[in-house]
C-alpha cells in the first residue's frame, strides 16, 4: 500500500501486451479478484488506519462528539497524505485524451476506475510526487499545469486529504508513444485514456460493464456536461 | 450524524437572519468551532465506523491483506450509503448558479464547502433522500435531472459510497425565492450560491479564506475548466 515499500517491478518492456493483460485480469466479468474474508480490527493491529473519537466545539458552541477513521501514513511535514492526478493527452492535431486507471480496489470489492495517484513519501513534494505516481502507474512523461490547495475526500467520516494536480502530457514525445509503467510486485493497473468528448458515454457503459467508478471521476463528467450545457 | 435521529428543528423561518448567522459562525477567523480531544476508539465503542482487515485474492491470483474504515450505517438493501446532491437554481432570465454548504466537520477540523449530502433512511429512495436531504439543508425545492449510479468516495481507504443527484431548482418557484431549510439542533450549515461562471474563483477565494474544499467541489470545477478551454 505504500509506495515507498515499493521495490519489485514487473515488468519494464512489453508495454502494449501488459496492458491487454491487465484488462483481462480486470474484467469484471471474468477477474479471480475477490474478498475472501472480512474479520474486525483493532487500533493496535493497524498499520495504515486507525479509529478515534473526536470531541469537538461545534459552531454554536456546544460540547459534541464525533467517530472518524485517519489515515497513519501522512509523512511529517506533509499537508496532504496523496496526490491525485488528472492527465491530458495532447496530441500534435489538437486532440485531448484523459487517463484514467482501472484497479482491484478492497475496499470497493471491484475494479474502480480512478485518475492516477499515490501517497506521498517522506520529503516528496506535490509536484515529484504527481509526475513520479503518473510515471509508474502509467507510464506517461508529464508537465504540471496546476495543483489545487488541500481538498478532502469524504469530509463527515475521514481524515484523508490530498492535491489534485493537473498534468499535460504531450503526446509528440517519443517517450509517450510507447509509455512503459512500472508497477509493484502484485500490482495490476490498467490504463484507459478517453476522448474528452466521449466520457459521459463511457462512464455509462463501464458501470454497464460492471466496473466501480471513483466520485472525483463522477464529478468531472458532471462538470464537463455542465460546462458543455 | 445519523438524519433519522433528527428531531429538532432549529427554526422554521426568518432565513435570511439565520443564513447571516451561519456565516458568522463558520466564518474562519472567528469561529469557535475545533477539536479538543482525539483519542482512540475500538470497534466494540464505534456505533458508525469500524475498522476492518480484508483478506484478498488479488487480480493475479496473490493472496493479500487489506486495512479500510467501514460504513455501518447502510440501511439493508440500500445500495448506497449516501447521497450527494448537485443542486442548480435557474432564473427565469437564463442564469444558472450552484449551491454549496459549508459545515464544520470534525475529521478535518475546519469548515468544509461541500455539495448538500446526507445519509440514505431505511427504506428511502435515493430520490426521496436527495430532495429531502436538499430540502432539509438549503431550503430549495427541485426537481431531479438524473442520478448516477454507484460512486465510491476514496476506494483505497473506505467502503462509503453514494449516489450523486443532479437537481434543478425553479426560481421562479415561490418557495425558492424565500428558501426555509430545516437544521437539526446542533446543526449549523451556511447556503451559498455562486454563478456557474464565477466558480473556480470563488474557490481561490474561499481557500485563502481558510476554507476547507470538498474534492468533489474541486473535480467538478475542473472539469468545468477543462471543457471551457
Known amino acids: 500500500m505504500l509506495r ?17 493483460d491487465a484488462a483481462k485480469l480486470l474484467d469484471p466479468a471474468s477477474t ?3 474478498i475472501t474474508k472480512r474479520t474486525k480490527l483493532e487500533n493496535e493491529n493497524a498499520k495504515f488506519v486507525n479509529l478515534e473519537k473526536l470531541e ?13 477513521a485517519t489515515r497513519t501514513t501522512k509523512p511529517k511535514g506533509s499537508l496532504v497524505d496523496a496526490v491525485i492526478i488528472v492527465p491530458i493527452l495532447k496530441y500534435p492535431n489538437g486532440d485531448k485524451k484523459l487517463v484514467f486507471v482501472r484497479q482491484f480496489r478492497p475496499p470497493c470489492n471491484g475494479v474502480v476506475v480512478e485518475f492516477p495517484a499515490g501517497l506521498v513519501d517522506p520529503n516528496d513534494s506535490i509536484e515529484t510526487c504527481a509526475l ?13 499545469r496546476k495543483k489545487t490547495g488541500v481538498v478532502w475526500s469524504d469530509p463527515g467520516l475521514v481524515d484523508a486529504n490530498c492535491s489534485m494536480v493537473w498534468v499535460d502530457v504531450d503526446m509528440s514525445l517519443k517517450e509517450n508513444k510507447t509509455p512503459v509503467p512500472h508497477w509493484m510486485d502484485n500490482e495490476c493497473i490498467e490504463v484507459v485514456d478517453v476522448p474528452l468528448n466521449e466520457l459521459e458515454g463511457k462512464i455509462d457503459e463501464w458501470t454497464k460493464q460492471g466496473y466501480l ?6 464529478t468531472l463528467v458532471i462538470g464537463m456536461a455542465m460546462a458543455n450545457e
Open 4 to 20: 515507498y515499500l515499493r521495490c519489485c517491478v514487473r515488468t519494464m518492456s512489453n508495454t502494449r501486451e501488459q496492458y491487454k
Open 32 to 34: 479471480v479478484a475477490k
Open 56 to 68: 469537538y466545539v461545534s459552531p454554536l458552541g456546544k460540547q459534541g462528539v464525533w467517530e472518524i
Open 132 to 144: 513520479r505516481e503518473l510515471k509508474e502507474e502509467t507510464g506517461y512523461v508529464g508537465v504540471i
Open 213 to 218: 467508478i471513483d466520485g472525483r471521476v463522477q
